[in-house]
């Protein structure tokens, strides 16, 4: 009908390298065939809808690929006690953010820490683990581990000064994960303020 079309491809990014370590090389190779042909045009879904502005609007209802369709896999009886804790840490990352928004030297080192400390304690993971009783006992152990080592970097950015210490132990636990290595701590500021 000459119109413009997409063809969508998602998949769970978890499985190239975790459960399938040659997927990495598989989605490489298939990301390099396309893009050597001519009649197709390799974009993001923000980048098309951006070029190509919808027409029409659908309402689709919250769901999930975990257990039923719903969120059950992560918030139930065994994994209850975990969601507030992590919401006490998105306000207090926050409220760190509000009271340090441009830091600079160790203090921006602290926070980038906290800030990939919360992403860690915030991983699906943990809940998904706790559920399936696949490993209970570890994904416990490395949940309470970052909300510490959370906790421990915020002490240490509300005294508002950083001693050697705490870059000693601000550069060990980032040797021990060594993630995010650029991220910006900004982006957990107040979301009620930046909308």
Request: charged share 25%; net charge negative.
């Amino acid at each position: 009908n000459g119109k413009f079309g997409i063809v969508v491809a998602a998949y769970d990014t978890e499985l190239f390298g975790h459960w399938w370590f040659e997927g990495v090389a598989w989605i490489k190779g298939v990301l390099r065939h396309l893009a050597a042909r001519d009649t197709v045009e390799l974009t993001t879904a923000s980048d098309f809808i951006e070029e190509h502005p919808p027409e029409d609007v659908m309402a689709l209802n919250e769901g999930s690929w975990g257990q039923a369709g719903n969120h059950f896999t992560w918030r139930n009886a065994d994994t209850e006690w975990m969601w507030p804790i992590i919401h006490g840490l998105e306000l207090r990352m926050e409220a760190l953010v509000a009271r340090h928004p441009d830091a600079s030297g160790d203090m921006r080192e602290i926070l980038g820490q906290a800030a990939r400390e919360l992403l860690l304690a915030e991983s699906s993971d943990w809940p998904f683990l706790v559920t399936t009783g696949q490993a209970r006992e570890y994904a416990t152990q490395r949940f309470t581990e970052h909300v510490s080592r959370f906790q421990q970097m915020s002490d240490i950015a509300d005294s508002g000064e950083v001693d050697e210490p705490g870059r000693e132990l601000c550069r060990s636990l980032y040797e021990q994960d060594n993630v995010f290595p650029d991220i910006d701590y900004r982006v957990f500021a107040n979301r009620e303020q930046t909308l």
